[in-house]
């Protein structure tokens, strides 16, 4: 079988098998929630789920620290071998330090501005108020815009801020997954593509279980949402892969090449760290539930990870 053949039909069983493993955590929060209804079960239940989110986040640090820290490491080794250039400065961490500042900020305007689109809308229900000659009715329209400014608040911390979080969230695994695919995609003999395959799959199947575990907890009433986002980041690696055909078998630029794999990598890593500490092992570690179990969970994640490498390597 010709080799492009051979990559193409590997990819599409990566993004199924991506996908499937993906959208099995939300089985597995429908189960968690019939045992919540149960008074004895709610608690046990509860921490099922804490413990599973610790694990999530043990599994994104060990592909922070043992996957992608490395991965940038080796771009930069290659970008300095390209351009010549020897340095001390350490611009990986540069860049991923840079990478947490873009996606805090970028949380921080998004909610800004819907904030105040919010107040434009109260503002303008407020002047119409003024309008009515009623006296029962400007109450009626008050009392309305107190009701619009809750429902919008509201609106605001349990979708839309969720949903941004997801979006920043599951974009550090499109540029994850688009290198992966990249990286799969440019292999040219059967057996450094098989064995690639074999590593980045067992990678991805406990990787994507993380992601849909991240997902179905900030959306667990909005299944599409989940399953949306579980798809949108699985056909990336098919994508990297398709354009690593593409290269393999054209000239490109190498440093170019370098360098955006460089800032990719590293703007990922970042993002991945962001995630991990503020907003999946963070908020665990403030609940009531037992600590030590929780570090229990993250430990197991990261040992996994840590074991997937030695076949991924």
Not at 40 to 58: D, E, H, K, P
Not at 290 to 299: I, K, S
């Amino acid at each position: 079988m010709d080799s492009d053949w051979l990559k193409i039909i590997l990819l599409v069983v990566m993004t199924v098998l991506s996908v499937l493993f993906g959208v099995l955590p939300i089985k597995l929060s429908s189960k968690l929630k019939e045992l919540s209804h149960r008074g004895a079960m709610r608690s046990r239940s509860q921490l099922i789920i804490s413990v599973i989110t610790c694990f999530a986040g043990g599994v994104f640090l060990g592909v922070c620290l043992l996957d992608v820290l490395p991965d940038a490491l080796d771009s930069w080794e290659n970008v300095q071998k390209s351009l010549d250039y020897n340095t001390d400065y350490p611009f990986v961490p540069l860049l991923c330090g840079l990478g947490i500042m873009v996606v805090w900020v970028f949380e921080e305007c998004t909610i800004v501005c819907h904030n105040v689109a919010n107040r434009r809308i109260d503002a303008k229900s407020m002047a119409s108020s003024r309008d009515e000659d009623v006296e029962g009715d400007i109450l009626r329209q008050r009392k309305a815009t107190i009701i619009s400014r809750m429902s919008s608040t509201a609106r605001l911390d349990m979708g839309e801020t969720p949903l941004i979080r997801s979006i920043t969230f599951v974009s550090a695994f499109v540029f994850h997954c688009s290198l992966e695919g990249f990286a799969f995609g440019i292999q040219e003999d059967t057996v450094s593509i098989t064995s690639l395959f074999a590593g980045i799959m067992l990678h991805k199947c406990v990787v994507f279980f993380s992601i849909g575990v991240r997902l179905v907890k900030a959306h667990g009433q909005r299944t599409f949402v989940v399953v949306g986002l579980i798809v949108f980041v699985a056909i990336t690696a098919p994508l990297g892969g398709a354009i690593g055909i593409i290269v393999k078998d054209s000239k490109i630029n190498t440093t170019a090449k370098d360098v955006s794999m460089l800032v990719l990598s590293c703007l990922s890593l970042g993002t991945f760290l962001y995630i991990t500490f503020f907003e999946l092992l963070g908020p665990e570690k403030e609940n009531r539930h037992a600590n030590f179990v929780q570090w229990l969970g993250a430990l197991a994640g990261f040992a996994i990870i840590g074991v997937v490498m030695v076949f991924a390597g």
